[in-house]
Nanobody, 125 residues
Framework: QVHLVESGGGLVQAGDSLRLSCAAS????????MGWFRRTPEMERDFVAS????????YYAHSVKGRFTISRDNAKNTAYLQMNSLKPEDTAVYYC??????????????????WGQGTQVTVSS
């Protein structure tokens, strides 16, 4: 089990950028694939991006591909989501999640074992 804490959310204008961080506790962070999801009142957790244990493989939702970049630093036990060209429809609570299958970059939330508490991102038009 890994404990996850997101940070970096906030209120920005359309076109701005934000970088979310996901700090993980414990010495086994590099054994996990990581994912980012988001949730609004209208939808359940929606897949955003995922990355395998060493950063060699990534996967993005169509809606964010080309604007968002997922990365990780195993030495710092941290995953990141760089969000550029933000749009009002990106407004959501963003969650990071850990998948105990290191090479897995699947999009389904059920594949992820541990979740953070979420960080709010609000994009004004």
């Amino acid at each position: 089990q890994v404990h996850l804490v997101e940070s970096g959310g906030g209120l920005v204008q359309a076109g701005d950028s934000l970088r979310l961080s996901c700090a993980a506790s414990g010495p086994t962070f590099s054994r996990y694939a990581m994912g980012w999801f988001r949730r609004t009142p209208e939808m359940e957790r929606d897949f955003v991006a995922s990355i395998n244990w060493n950063g060699g493989r990534t996967y993005y939702a169509h809606s964010v591909k080309g604007r968002f970049t997922i990365s990780r630093d195993n030495a710092k036990n941290t995953a990141y989501l760089q969000m550029n060209s933000l749009k009002p429809e990106d407004t959501a609570v963003y969650y990071c999640a850990a998948n105990s299958v290191p090479e897995s970059i699947v999009a389904h939330p059920a594949a992820y074992d541990d979740w953070g508490q979420g960080t709010q991102v609000t994009v004004s038009s």
